[in-house]
């Protein structure tokens, strides 16, 4: 029996639940938002009206120029990737002990992709709007061929897994759903997570973000405060993480999730539709907050924005330099932890325990779930369905403390207990 973290009735159930109804979910939330004018009521009535064949009818079929899109985006992300230059950046140990080798060119892909997609709708080549009027139809050609690439890699680590990181955990749904390796590359070079998680879906939310801000523009004539605010602070972020993209590979989504459903699909379908849907909820939308206001929220955002960046870095250079840095100017405080990688070598690794780190073992997921918050906020109270991601990202973070934490007392042992001890609380300092 494969090892879980909830016990395996709650694992098999919350994996299957999730891989029927995340498809269907998606065109849902693309539905109510685009036709539905983001009611939940109206879409409720439709479907009191009209069944499960209501799906079926408003289910958009991948039309051609879906594919033709999808297929563009993704050569010319793929193209970048291989091509641009960049510095060779070295992953974490993995659990087998191998260290991947990575090409740093992510914010140069991230520039080189926003200015060719504004250019091409500046010299009229090419106009955003259109990817909105399609979005239904791409949506529903990424659930088909996300799927199809998620068994793709499912058969890629049976039969030809890129290291030793890989395996079979010897239960068919839960490699599919979790993955079976942790880096499958195409040769030496392409790294398939860097790509499905960076440079497809976290590139196509700034692609998206701006694609929404056109096509509100294309509809009124002008672009609403509440939609600049929005759009604004979404790329704040998306540059925040290609700036720190190497960072991203030492955290959980590339140093140990395995890339399958879970993780793949998830990048490839849920970034594009559900973290974007405050944009594309305000695009019908267009809500006036006045000035001051929009600063507010603005300035609310990009400090939320900051200090999760520096949660982020702030662990990423104490363990760069081995603790030899200063965390709020002083000397940092660190638990020193040994563990034993799957091969049996003892390695250490060091724990902080001052600074962000010291005020709750996973604090940097507060000032996220707020940043979310406020690129949505502008979108005022009518409907709650644009804070959908909001309350799925409070979810998902609050999980995957525990997950991360489970991970972390079974490496650690004695170590977490001890960091547990110094750092009491998971996420909220004095609450949780
Ligand atoms: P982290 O970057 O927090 O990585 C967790 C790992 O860090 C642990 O597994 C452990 O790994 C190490 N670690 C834990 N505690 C300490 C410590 N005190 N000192 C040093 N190392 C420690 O995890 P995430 O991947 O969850 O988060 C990365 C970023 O991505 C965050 O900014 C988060 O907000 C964001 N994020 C956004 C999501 C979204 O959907 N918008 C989803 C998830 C994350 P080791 O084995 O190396 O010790």
Redesign the pocket.
Known sequence: MAETVHSPIVTYASMLSLLAFCPPFVILLWYTMVHQDGSVTQTFGFFWENGVQGLVNIWPRPTLIAWKIIFCYGAFEAALQLLLPGKRVEG?ISPAGNRPVYKANGLAAYFVTLATYLGLWWFGIFNPAIVYDHLGEIFSALIFGSFIFCVLLYIKGHVAPSSNDSGSCGNLIIDFYWGMELYPRIGKNFDIKVFTNCRFGMMSWAVLAVTYCIKQYEINGKVSDSMLVNTILMLVYVTKFFWWEAG?W????I??DRAGFYICWGCLVWVPSV?TSPGMYLVNHPVELGTQLAIYILVAGILCIYI?YD??RQ?QE??RTNGKCLVWGRAPSKIVASYTTTSGETKT?????SGW?GLA??F??VP?ILSAFFWTVPALFDNFLAYFYVIF?TI??FD?AKR?DD??RS?YGKYWKL?CEK?KYRIIPGIY
Request: positive net charge.
């Open positions: 974490p991203y030492n955290t959980m989504d140093a140990h973290y999760n949660c982020d662990r104490f363990r690794s060091l724990l902080l325990t780190w073992r996973h940097h997921y996220e990202l998902l973070l995957r991360d991970r972390c490496k960091y750092v």
